[in-house]
Nanobody, 126 residues
């Protein structure tokens, strides 16, 4: 079992920055593929970014490329999402998710992820 706890959400003006953190516990963090997802009201949950077990392979949704950066610190059992140049359309509940790293491909579908955090609200005002 894996427990995930997100932090770092909040209210920010357009153009601002936030850094989300997700602390994991319960099993070997370095064996996990980690993802950040978001869900806005009335919309499907979408994959924002993922990072493989070692941090050497990342994925970004087109909508956040060049603005968001995912990273992990396996010594601290934590994954981060640095969000820069935030836009009102980035407003959503952001979720951290995890699964045992599949090694040979990058999982981006929500139903592939077994473990989920409780979510943290990010609100970007114009």
């Amino acid at each position: 079992q894996v427990q995930l706890v997100e932090s770092g959400g909040g209210l920010v003006q357009a153009g601002g920055s936030l850094r989300l953190s997700c602390a994991a516990s319960g099993r070997t963090f370095s064996s996990l593929h980690m993802g950040w997802f978001r869900q806005a009201p009335g919309k499907e949950r979408e994959c924002v970014a993922t990072i493989n077990f070692g941090g050497g392979r990342t994925y970004y949704a087109d909508s956040v490329k060049g603005r968001f950066a995912i990273s992990r610190d396996n010594a601290k059992n934590t994954v981060y999402l640095q969000m820069n140049s935030l836009k009102p359309e980035d407003t959503a509940v952001y979720y951290c998710a995890a699964l045992t790293d599949p090694l040979y491909y990058t999982p981006t579908a929500a139903n592939e992820y077994r473990y989920w955090g409780q979510g943290t609200q990010v609100t970007v005002t114009s």
